[in-house]
DNA sequence: TTGTAAGCGTTATCAA
DNA sequence: TTGATAACGCTTACAA
């Protein structure tokens, strides 16, 4: 069942047929009716590999994440999937766990004709190499950039947050403040570090690396960096954890270890901790769980709306559109 | 560029470029460099539009889920995005929060011949259209089934599941067992219930429908439950929630409301909680969350494997694979 | 307002 | 082994 046997069946052309499906005004009211009547009955719909070849469009786009095992990621992809399915697009989704092998292979579907644009959430290309793609296809970075690359992204400013987040710390007389990040996949973590010292220099702290950690972005990166942080001859009395999930996880292996203890009378000091992105979860945590928020559905809107600017305008100039984070201070930092 | 140019450069004719791109044995190996060669140069790619239109296949597949903020769906589609990318498939999702229109709209992905077939994590169409649907498309249903319909679908044995908590919560001496489900969306749900009645009817226990809340499959949800239940005149001393999701927010509740305090010591017992699916969040909580592990990962491949099956040879007979699942004890349990 | 027909980029049949 | 060409289903000039 195809347009032709539409056309048939109603006793008109084709080209009548694919003006009443796509809405032309110069059809009559009975032709329209007519042909309505029959693609009704004989439960026709029109098979968009034809027309998608057509008119060289598929109306997808690809979001390439490294995992929706994070409420992070999880919460902005479903503002995407908002925003695209009320605009008649449908995405395609890549989980790289950050395979720069995968991120290579989703990207042909770019070049494949697949998809019509791509949201990444990513980093780690060269900035050449982003620069290119962002020459040839719509693209869009969410919640990363890549420095000195031309290409349109939107993220919050992540060198800021992160000063917040420590010198809010260090408000609270802290000194001998830990970092536990990721493993640099990220411009964002970059940015997080620059903060972080920012914020030790500008109190006169001099950085220990040794207070720095690095691991994955999981809970269990949290416990390993806990762990390895507690060990320390000087241990640190604060924690900035550059992610919630992480934060979960350095929580959860200092109240094992009895550095946190709530209502806690032997007067000892609970170890701070302050995460970052505010994940459904921190507040569910006992201690609820402080930390930077960032704006998840709106980066997901945003970046959507970006990429559709740059499908209709492919020659449009990029832009980086920055959202405003806010430091929410609940339990865990307050020890 | 396109494979005509490629036919030109290289002075061969689009069928034999064509034969080399899909890997023909049919051509010598000389004019298999010769065209490689030129499309290296090239760097041209072929255009899925065209190819797709041509051999009526997209290799695609749709995946319609509630939700990727519960880590209990996100680690199942990891599985069947993993799964499917080793098989050269890509997967359109379709995050529906259980609205019906938006997943009869995702399912005209299929009719539109878009996708090659879906995986479903849903159960509320009627048998009916979903044995018509199966008929006309390759389609699985995940964790779900629609009862008295003709569809492949794998889950565990929800009912099964359900009356083993029940049971080990009877066993360890409570009576008055509240439950917390969703809203019997899901056919799992349905059968959740019978195995929670059987189990109590099976040890003489006669079923309060005071004791049953009905609510979303989130943490809100679990916090109103639990807020609902212990406001009874006699409330129950143990609660099956449906999900780990809503058992945590039932954890957080009691615990706010002193019905769980760790290491008691004023005699009071504390409320006893155990879940279903077995998310990672179970281990991080305090107390540690009892629950019936669902084996997500193999419910993914499993589920990806099946459509395999049915795309591969679509008169294939429908089955339903049933996948172990296990009661784990750990501390929101032996109250 | 409607119809004719070209063409989107591929693959596959058939003939050479 | 290679080439010529039809066909996949649709949209869109252009013509009527």
């Keep these: 069942m195809n347009i032709k046997d539409i056309a048939s069946l109603t006793g008109l052309s084709v080209a009548t047929v694919s003006r009443v499906i796509n809405n032309h005004s110069s059809v009559t009211k009975e032709t329209r009716e007519k042909v309505e009547k029959v693609i ?31 409420l992070f990621y999880s919460e902005i992809l479903e503002a995407i999937q908002e925003a695209s399915t009320n605009s008649g697009f449908n995405i395609l989704i890549g989980i790289t766990n950050n395979d720069t092998e995968l991120e290579k292979k989703y990207m042909e579907l770019l070049t494949t004709k697949q998809v ?29 950039y890549t420095r ?16 917040d987040a420590v010198s809010y710390l260090i408000s609270k007389g802290h000194t001998k403040i830990g970092a536990i990040r990721g493993q640099l996949y990220f411009a964002s973590e970059a940015d997080r570090t620059d903060g972080y010292m920012q914020a030790l220099s500008d109190n006169g702290i001099e950085r220990d690396l040794k207070y720095s950690y690095v691991t994955e972005y999981t809970m269990e990166g949290g416990k390993k960096g806990a762990e ?4 320390l001859e000087n241990p640190p009395t604060a924690i900035f954890a550059y992610g919630d999930t992480i934060a979960i996880g350095v929580i959860k292996t200092l109240k094992d270890m ?8 032997d007067g000892k000091r609970n170890v701070a901790v302050l995460g970052f992105d505010d994940i459904p979860l921190c507040t569910l945590f006992t201690p609820t769980i402080s930390t930077v928020e960032q704006p998840k559905y709106q980066l997901g809107v945003t970046a959507f709306n970006l990429l559709m600017e740059k499908m209709n305008d492919p020659d449009m100039e990029n832009k980086s559109v920055v959202l405003p984070h806010r430091l929410i201070i609940r339990q865990s930092s307050e020890f």
């Design 40 to 70: 009704k009955e004989t439960g026709y719909t029109p098979n968009f590999l034809g027309r998608n070849l057509r008119v060289s469009k598929t109306h997808k786009i690809l979001v390439i994440i490294p995992t929706i095992g994070n």
């Design 228 to 231: 390895a942080l507690m060990r």
């Design 148 to 163: 000195g690359s031309d290409v349109t992204n939107v993220s919050i400013d992540n060198k800021q947050g992160a000063y």
């Design 116 to 144: 019509d644009g791509a949201i990444l959430f990513l980093s780690r290309f060269d900035k050449e190499i982003m620069t290119a793609w962002s020459k040839k296809f719509p693209i869009v970075q969410c919640c990363e």
């Design 258 to 265: 009895k550095k946190i203890v709530m209502n806690r009378k």
